[in-house]
């Protein structure tokens, strides 16, 4: 996979704001396609975007001082991609998309479908800025999955059906700072839950459908539940064996604890396996951070989520084959196994 970001904080802070407006705009349209802008003259130029590549699945992540976007038929004319695109506003600003002669009103939490391969245009409201997710998928790959794609364009879609909720936040995680980059294999895995996501939301039907919820939903779903492990796992209460945990991670995505259960086991870890590891992975951090040597053991054992700090210590002396009180100081954990051994 591919990852780029065009910030106009890198821009030279010497020019006025129509040449850096200029130099943004050209190395946007070098990387994205042809396309029409205008922005706010109330306020200084700013423009952020994250571009990521996924197969041919492109992945936009913008906010700036825009107030229109437009692809006229001279921008199609010199740039022919056809691809369907996918907006999904952020921040609170309402836009208003304009295709084949139907206008859209779109705000937060709300999803849009246009056309690369139509004149389109959308407009900002009045003081607000632009902050989008955005995913662009070739044509004949989702008319090849949905073959009515062409009748939903220009239309809002449904952004509480299941599929979509799961495409939404697979894309949040995508937009992160730590989103992964740089792994081949897991850019190819991105590129088939994305389509799979995307179809489901369209309503693919038949064999297309059942591939797609078998794959892609799944995957959307085991990577929420991770989601959940990795923000909770410090939190004392969220005991590795309690079953009512499991529970709640799956009321909160509306599917069974057995379910649950069954989708971490096929990453080759279980629930309990995954919050063990993410807390001694921790307290190994914290350990070999000179900056935490005035903190107790007990206390970074507490701040990692364990309870007792001889459960801690057998924990720990298990996983790595030291006690944690060896470690204490160690600039880089030399006399401490690798994690992956």
Known sequence: MQRLLLSSDALPHGIDDRARIGAWHDAYGDRFGSVGMSYRKDVAFSANCLLAAFGDLGFMSFNGTLERVSRTSRNVAAD???????????????????????????????????S??????????????IAWLGLSVPRARLLDVVADADDVVSRRLDPGAPSMRHLMRYLC???????????????????????????LALGARGDHAYVARE??????????????????????????????????????????????NALVHDTGRSFAERVMELRLQKAREMLTDMRQDRMKIIDIAFAC?????????????????????????????????????
């Open 80 to 114: 022919p991609r056809g691809d369907f695109l996918l907006g999904f506003p952020r921040g609170g600003a309402d836009a208003v998309v304009v295709q084949r002669g139907r206008d859209v009103h779109c705000g937060t939490g709300q999803v849009v479908i246009t």
């Open 116 to 129: 690369n391969a139509e004149p389109m245009e959308t407009q900002v409201g009045p003081g607000s800025t």
């Open 215 to 260: 794959r892609g939903l799944a995957a959307a779903r085991l990577d929420d539940i991770l989601a959940i492990i990795r923000r909770r796992f410090a939190d004392p209460g969220f005991e590795v064996a309690d079953v009512a945990d499991v529970a709640d991670v799956a009321r909160r995505l509306g599917v069974s604890p057995r379910y649950v």
């Open 173 to 199: 995680l995508l937009a992160a700072p730590d989103a992964p980059d740089s792994d081949p294999a897991l850019g190819a895995h991105i590129e088939r839950t994305l389509l799979d996501l995307v179809s």
């Open 305 to 341: 989520g364990f309870n007792e700090v001889s459960y801690f210590n057998r924990c720990f002396r298990r996983r790595f084959g030291s006690a944690p009180s060896g470690l204490r100081g160690a600039r880089n954990g030399e006399n401490v196994r690798n994690a992956d051994a």
